[in-house]
């Protein structure tokens, strides 16, 4: 990472920071604001609201014009957090106990529903003249991701997907809020159309490259530089980048058994693990991983080449080398 990308991002996160400290204050009832605090204040490597700036820049907009649309997606990204939590019954994020578990789950439920609604005042805030249409592409970013958390769950249970569908589901529940971002970004700065659907594309693939490994470090990565629990897809029987491509290849005999078993335990985690590294399904991860940034880098090329286009280049380096 060069030290004027590493300098950029950290003034970017730390407008993003500050403002969410002016907009998410403890106030009465605690029993509400608390929790949502908790939730916002362990600050996240706040990917999303960084790359809509960073597009919005690179097309010529600047920060005063962006920086609610960016926060405001960082606090949708934390309620859809902490509801996935829930769902996925994890007792860990960032290295902490997650919402629902040091509360509980009605105390998780109401402040994801705030972090939502005070995103929507956040994003109120954006310009009169391109209010509507953003307030669209959030909307329906959203309802895109409720639907694929909605196949996420629906997975769980059933026998055979394949890559196309695994796909379709991380571009929901992942890769929309990333397009959303970069999509965002682009309007803001009055992008003509090409290029807002170049950073759509730049922004999806991403996402989809960012899920899946994320669905990676959550077999081989270890709990503390994580932050999140380790073997907790297998655990939940979630059609994760890996099951999908072990169970499609022409070893699932040598997996199906436990990947199915009704209770897995750690041994059995370690197992399936190491049957995923013996097959190539842990390489074809990695592969998949850096052939989905490629067409990510490719998008990049309808941007004016500039300071910020560089940045974005070399924010695609670091999704492949994320370690947390
Ligand atoms: C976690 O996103 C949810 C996924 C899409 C895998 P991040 O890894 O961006 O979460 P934080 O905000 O940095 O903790
Ligand atoms: C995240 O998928 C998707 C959303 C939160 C919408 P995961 O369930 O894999 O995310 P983590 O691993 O819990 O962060
Ligand atoms: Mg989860
Ligand atoms: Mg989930
Ligand atoms: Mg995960």
Same mark, same amino acid.
């Given at each position: ?168 589901? #991380?571009? &929901? =529940?992942? !890769?929309?809020?990333? +397009? ?7 309007? /803001?700065?009055? *992008? ?82 190491? #049957?995923? &590294? =013996?097959? !190539?399904?842990?390489? +074809? ?7 989905? /940034?490629?067409? *990510? ?28």
């Amino acid at each position: 990472m060069t030290d004027a990308f590493k300098g950029k991002l950290s003034f970017l996160k730390d407008r993003v920071t500050k403002r969410i400290e002016q907009v998410i204050v403890p106030k009465s009832p605690l029993s509400l604001y608390d929790p949502m605090l908790y939730a916002v204040s362990s600050s996240g490597k706040q990917l999303r609201p960084v790359l809509l700036m960073l597009v919005n820049e690179a097309l010529g907009g600047d920060l005063a014009q962006s920086i609610h649309a960016a926060v405001s997606l960082e606090l949708i990204h934390n309620f859809t957090l902490v509801h996935d939590d829930i769902m996925d019954h994890d007792d860990l994020r960032r290295g902490r106990e997650t919402v629902f578990k040091r509360w509980d789950e009605n105390v998780a439920i109401l402040a994801g529903d705030g972090l939502l609604v005070m995103a929507y005042l956040e994003l109120a805030q954006t310009s009169p003249d391109s209010l509507a249409k953003v307030l669209h592409v959030f909307s329906q970013g959203i309802l895109e991701v409720c639907e694929g958390q909605t196949l996420d769950k629906d997975f769980e249970t059933r026998e055979e997907i394949s890559l196309q569908e695994y796909y379709e589901m #991380i571009d &929901k =529940k992942t !890769g929309q809020l990333f +397009a959303v971002a970069c999509q965002v970004g682009a309007l /803001l700065a009055g *992008a003509h159309e090409e290029q807002t659907a170049a950073m759509v594309q730049y922004g999806k693939m991403i996402g989809r490259a960012f899920q899946i490994q994320d669905d990676l470090l959550d077999a081989i990565s270890q709990e503390y530089v994580f932050g999140k629990n380790i073997g907790s897809d297998l655990e939940e029987h979630k059609k994760s980048f890996l099951v999908v491509h072990a169970l499609n290849s022409p070893y699932r005999d040598k997996c199906e058994r436990l990947i199915k078993k009704e209770k897995i335990t750690s041994g059995d985690i370690q197992k399936i693990v190491q #049957i995923f &590294k =013996k097959i !190539g399904t842990i390489d +074809a991860a990695k592969n998949e991983i850096l052939q989905t /940034l490629s067409h *990510a880098r490719n998008a990049l090329a309808e941007l004016p080449a500039n300071e910020n286009r560089d940045f974005l280049s070399e924010l695609i380096d670091t999704i492949a080398t994320r370690k947390s």
